[in-house]
């Protein structure tokens, strides 16, 4: 749609025509929401902030002057602000330090990572007592998420045969740990 078509839309709009107004939503909408989801990143809020875009538009038509500014750029200024004007209000503002939220640490602290950390050794000495393709194959399983018939076809073994292997392997894991 021209500039010059949007411009004589939106002084009709000025002048309170309700057809002009619809004739402007349904010839600039797409694109104003687009800006909106750009910013937004989400469609539900896309979708509120175009409406709160389009009663603007209603309210301040008769503020637009055709000759300071193309018509489009002037719309998607306003759906632009009223964009930013969503996150913003969507954001909590913390108006003193003490009032911000502590907030704890998602890593484990050291006792556990120590903890992990010489679980791990005694895991990987355990593995080294399984034969080769057995620890391979439980690598495979329990850390690769790779399925059974997977490694049947990977160790060229027939299924019930891999389901014997790990089941077994896994025991002599466990006997292993009990340690």
């Known amino acids: 749609m021209a500039s010059d078509d949007v ?3 939106i002084s009709r709009v000025a002048l309170r025509e309700q057809s002009a107004f619809s004739e402007l939503y349904n010839k600039t ?5 687009g800006v909106c989801l750009r910013i937004l990143k989400d469609r539900t809020d896309a979708e509120e902030v175009l409406q709160e875009v389009f009663v603007k538009i209603w309210q301040r038509a008769d503020r637009y002057v055709a000759s ?3 018509a489009m750029p002037w719309l998607m200024a306003i ?23 502590d907030l704890a640490d998602s890593q484990p602290d050291p006792e556990s990572q120590a903890v992990n950390k010489g679980e791990g050794r005694r895991i990987d000495s355990c593995m080294e007592e399984l034969e080769a393709d057995r620890a391979k194959a439980v690598r495979g399983a329990y850390v690769e998420g790779l ?3 997977e490694l049947a076809d990977q ?5 019930n045969t891999m389901r014997t292997w790990l089941r077994r392997s896994l025991l002599r894991l466990r006997e292993c740990m009990d340690r």
């Open 79 to 101: 759906a632009r602000n009223q964009s930013i004007d969503a996150i913003r209000a969507r954001k909590p503002v913390a108006d003193e330090i003490d009032s911000a939220y």
């Open 147 to 149: 399925s059974y018939q």
């Open 7 to 9: 411009a004589v839309l």
């Open 155 to 159: 160790f060229a073994v027939p299924l």
């Open 68 to 70: 300071d500014n193309p």
């Open 29 to 33: 909408s797409p694109k104003l929401f």
